[in-house]
């Protein structure tokens, strides 16, 4: 049963460990005091840095530092996209991918709504008995769906109680770039199905194909040196499908943005540099309009 302590499952390690990190700064973008625990609870992570004081390098690291900060930043952009989606009209949330993401227990959120969280039962298996331990409680209804994205999960979502009539918020963070191009087309095919009018959607982007050296750029080798993690390799090496244009073309509003943008916003976060792993990153923001007559 796959689950953190390899492959694509490692990546949301890397992320809950940049999480921790990025709670105990003084200038914080997120806060998520249950990251630390996920990253001590697992073999292979126990020994990474939760704290700012425990990076080599401090932010000068290129994975603690800047990648760290980069996942810090989206942290904060997707838990504002949720909040104001749930505060203008959605009724219900879907987390694809949903890692050791912990939105559904730290956020403030409106009374009535459901969070489903969708990742592979190794993954959650791991995500619950760290959260057990923990005694957390969530802050809203939450349905964990254990399912592989990259085949049907429709129907596991539907079965869990899932209402297509209702406005959703959806979310795929860190999850397109490890996907086939096929599963990419049919998730955004399945999202622009069973999303009722007036639903969001937000996910994360690479555009084109990153240079040799950006390839071999501080980023990608500071992750494979400092914690074995061989981003290059976890990528899939297909030509991208143009969800934002399906999107349009199914009658959804879009707005793409670079993490830079947000990092001006807020007055903190990464900013760029020559041979950029950050340079190709867009975050897509998608809207269903509602019918006006």
């Not at 921790?20 to 973008?29: C, F, G, K, N, V």
């Not at 900060?69 to 749930?86: A, E, H, K, N």
């Not at 949903?98 to 959650?124: H, K, M, N, S």
């Not at 061989?230 to 707005?255: C, I, K, M, Q, Y």
């Amino acid at each position: 049963m796959p689950g953190v302590e390899s492959g694509v499952g490692l990546t949301a390690l890397m992320v809950a460990a940049a999480r921790a990190i990025e709670t105990h700064r003084p200038d914080a973008l997120a806060g998520d005091t249950y990251a630390e625990h996920f990253v001590r609870a697992a073999e292979v992570s126990a020994a990474w840095p939760v704290r700012p004081a425990e990076v080599p390098d401090g932010d000068a690291n290129p994975l603690w530092g800047r990648l760290g900060r980069y996942f810090g930043l989206r942290t904060r952009v997707l838990d504002d996209f949720l909040i104001r989606s749930v505060h203008t009209g959605a009724r219900q949330v879907v987390l694809l991918g949903a890692g050791l993401d912990t939105r559904a227990f730290r956020l403030d959120w409106p009374p009535g709504l459901v969070v489903y969280e969708i990742d592979r039962e190794g993954v959650l298996a791991f995500k619950h008995r760290v959260l057990d331990d923990l005694a957390a409680a969530p802050a809203v209804t939450r349905r964990p769906i254990a399912a592989d994205l990259r085949e049907d999960w429709a129907r596991s979502l539907l079965n869990t109680g899932f209402d297509p009539t209702l406005p959703t918020a959806w979310l795929a963070e860190g999850l397109l770039l490890y996907l086939p191009p096929a599963a990419e087309r049919r998730l955004i095919d399945t999202v622009d199905r069973l999303s009722a009018e007036e639903s969001t959607l937000a996910f994360e982007v690479k555009l084109g194909v990153e240079s040799p050296e950006v390839r071999t750029g501080p980023v990608y080798l500071a992750t494979r040196q400092q914690i074995g993690i061989d981003l290059l390799a976890l990528f899939d090496r297909e030509p991208r499908p143009d969800s934002v244009g399906h999107l349009r073309e199914s009658g959804w509003s879009t707005a793409t943005r670079t993490p830079f943008d947000f990092t001006r916003h807020h007055g903190r976060g990464p900013l760029p540099e020559p041979n950029d792993a950050l340079a190709s990153n867009r975050w897509v923001f998608a809207n269903k309009p509602g019918m006006h007559l």
